[in-house]
T-cell receptor
Framework: SQQGEEDPQALSIQEGENATMNCSYK?????LQWYRQNSGRGLVHLIL?????REKHSGRLRVTLDTSKKSSSLLITASRAADTASYFC?????????????FGQGTTLQVKP | DADVTQTPRNRITKTGKRIMLECSQT?????MYWYRQDPGLGLRLIYY???????NKGEISDGYSVSRQAQAKFSLSLESAIPNQTALYFC?????????????????FGAGSRLTVL
């Protein structure tokens, strides 16, 4: 079964608005990562947040992590049409030393110009 | 050249045929992975390798096999393809070292191989 569940499955906003995507997971983790996928392309790593961190920023991206609720959110501020893509969270379980990542189902973001 | 190269990028084949998807990387990473992506199901792990002699099954390994020919090469085979193996397949590498490193494990993906089994 999938470790991460993203919400919403699809999101459509106007350029300039903020986009927020959420991820919930089931087990204790070492870290949580967010990836982006343009249509039909490979995934690209965006940001990693460790289990002992609560918030992290990278450019227009802001990620939060609440380990008590087993959830994370990705905020994209001042969105652009080029942000149109699918976004996936991925978790590395702390119960395993393999570090393998389990991906959620993704949120499809459409940013209208 | 891309850090992680997958071939072929697209392949159409028939039920029962043997198919090999190849992956090569120039990042010098020990860990390599094969994922499968289906609409609405996200990415599911098929096989992963910590190094040339350490290969492990993922969530959905049935019907697949792999070969780690060298640190840089990791191929995925479908011995007898079936229609429900129609999917987008991704190879990825990780900056984590060997088996014991449970650190960041950030993945670098190839561009994908789209396989259609008729």
């Amino acid at each position: 079964s999938q470790q991460g569940e993203e919400d919403p499955q699809a999101l459509s906003i106007q350029e300039g608005e903020n986009a927020t995507m959420n991820c919930s997971y089931k087990t204790s983790i070492n870290n949580l990562q967010w990836y982006r996928q343009n249509s039909g392309r490979g995934l690209v790593h965006l940001i990693l947040i460790r289990s002992n961190e609560r918030e992290k920023h990278s450019g227009r991206l802001r990620v939060t992590l609440d380990t008590s609720k087993k959830s994370s959110s990705l905020l994209i501020t001042a969105s652009r049409a080029a942000d149109t893509a699918s976004y996936f969270c991925a978790t590395a379980s702390s119960s395993s030393n393999t570090g393998k990542l389990i991906f959620g189902q993704g949120t499809t973001l459409q940013v209208k110009p | 050249d891309a850090d992680v190269t997958q071939t072929p990028r697209n392949r159409i084949t028939k039920t029962g045929k043997r198919i090999m998807l190849e992956c090569s990387q120039t990042k010098g990473h020990d860990r390599m992975y094969w994922y499968r992506q289906d609409p609405g199901l996200g990415l599911r792990l098929i096989y992963y390798s910590f190094d040339v002699k350490d290969i492990n099954k993922g969530e959905i390994s049935d019907g697949y096999s792999v070969s780690r020919q060298a640190q840089a090469k990791f191929s995925l085979s479908l011995e007898s393809a079936i229609p429900n193996q129609t999917a987008l397949y991704f190879c990825a590498t990780s900056d984590a070292r060997g088996r014991g490193d449970s650190g960041a494990n950030v993945l670098t993906f190839g561009a994908g191989s789209r396989l259609t089994v008729l």
